[in-house]
C-alpha cells in the first residue's frame, strides 16, 4: 500500500512530484480527488476538463432560452423550432463517434481546445440567420461543442484510477452539464434583458437583442480553448506527443480503438442507457423553456429561469449518481454499479409520468427537480461503468456512449415535434426509460460480476481492496 500512496513520479514522467496520492502500477493515474487543488498534472486537468465543457454546453444551448422570441421575430412554426433542436444533437452524434478513437489517438487537451474554439464561430454568428434553413445550419454547426463531453470523460479516465473514475468522470460530467442550466437563465434572464435594454431605441428591441447576444459566450468559448491547451496534460507523465517520440508511449491506431470499442456489447447497452438519460436533459433543455411559457402562460425571462433549475441540479446530482456507483463497488463490485444503474433509470422513468400529469406550475416544477436528479445520477452511474468494459479504447467507448445520449435526445425530440399531444411523447420516453433499466441485466464485463449472476474475480477484488484506501492529507501547495 505504501507503493500506492508515495508522490514521486514513475520512471517516464515529465515531473519530479505529484500533489495527490496515485498508482505507480496504473501509469501513475490518482487514486483521490482534491477539489481545492488545482496542481498539474492530475487535478489541473480535473478542473480544464470541467470548465472545458461547462463552456461548451453553455454556448450548445446558448439558443434554446432565445427560442421564443427567435420563432416570433423569424415567424416559424412550432415543428420548426423543433427541427432545429434535433439538428442541434444530430450534429454532435457524429463528433461523439470521431472523437472518442482520436482521444486515444490525441489525448482529450488538444481536442477540446480545438473543438472549443471552433464551436465558437457558428456561435457569434447566430445574429445572421434569416430563415429557418440558416437557423438548421447554425444550430448544426453549434452542435460540434457538445462532442467535447467525450474529451471530458476520456480526460478524467486518464488521469484517475477506475476505482474513483465514477466519482472523477460524474463529477466533471455534471458540472459541464451544468451549463445547460446556466445558459437558461444567463441567457434568458440575465444577458436577453440587458440587451434589450442596450437596443431600447431600436425599432424592435428584443430582435437586435437576440441577433448580438450570443457573441458573449462565443468569445469567452475561444479565448478558453486556447488557454485549456496551454496550461494542462493529456495524461499524469505528460502529454502524448513528447511520450511517443521519447518511446515512453506507443502509438495508438484510431480504426482499430474504434473497433474494438464497438464489438462489444457491453457498449451499446450503455449507448441506449445513456439515450435514455443524457438523452432526456438534451430534450429537456431545448423542450423546458417553451413547455413552461406555452402550458402556463410564463414570460421568456420567467420561463427560461424556471427551465434553468432542470440543469442546476447537475451541480450535486451527476457526482451523487457516480459517488454512490464507486461506493456500492466498493460493497458488491460491479454488481453494485449496476443496481445503482437500474434504480436510477426506472425511477427516472416513472418521474417522466409524474411530471407530465402535474396538475399545475408548482407541481411540475417541484416534480422537475426530483426527475432531475435521477435524470444526472443515471448520466454519473453510466460513466462510473465505462472505464471498465475494455480499458485500452476507453476513449472510443466513451465516444460510443456518449453518441447514445445524442441519439435518445433525437428519438425523443422526434416524438415532441411529430404528436401534436405532448401527453403522448412524454408517455413513450417514460416509457423506453424503464425499459432501458432493465437492460443491466444483460452487462457482463469480463473479470467482474453482473446484476444477478456471476462473480468478481480474485484480480478484481484484490485491486479494490488495494486501491480505494484514504490517503493521508498534505499541505502542499498548487502550482
Known sequence: MTEVMKKKPSEGSKWSEYHVAFDPNDDDKATEIKLCN???PHMRAFHCSWLGFFIAFFIWFSIAPLLPEIKKSLQLEK???????????TATIFCRFLFGPLCDKLGGRLLMGIVLMAASIPTALTGVVRNAGELYAIRSFIGIAG?????????????FTKEVAGTANSLVGGWGNLGGGVTQIVMGSALFPLFKTIFADKENPASAAWRTVCIVPAVVAFVWGFILMKISDDCPKGNYSKLKKSGDMPDVSASASFRSGAMNLNTWILFLQYGCCFGVELTMNNLAASYFSEKYGAKTEVA???????????LF?????GF?????????????????QSVTL???GVLVFVFANAPSLAVSVTVMVFFSIFVQA????TYGIVPYVNPPVTGSIAGIVGAGGNVGAVCFGLGFRQFEDEMKAFTLMGSCIIVSGLLSLFVCIKGHSGLVFGQDSDEVKKSRETTLQIPVPDEEANN
Open 79 to 89: 415543428q420548426q423550432i423543433w427541427t432545429s433542436n434535433i439538428l442541434a444533437v
Open 304 to 314: 427560461a429561469a424556471i427551465a434553468s433549475i432542470f440543469g442546476w441540479m447537475n
Open 147 to 159: 462532442g467535447t463531453f467525450v474529451m471530458c470523460q476520456y480526460w478524467t479516465s486518464r488521469m
Open 346 to 348: 426506472v425511477a427516472e
Open 317 to 321: 446530482a451527476r457526482g451523487l449518481g
Open 378 to 381: 443515471a448520466e454519473g452511474s
Open 38 to 40: 488545482f496542481a498539474r
Open 324 to 340: 454512490s456507483s464507486d461506493k456500492m463497488n466498493e460493497k458488491l463490485g460491479m454488481r453494485g454499479r449496476l443496481i445503482v
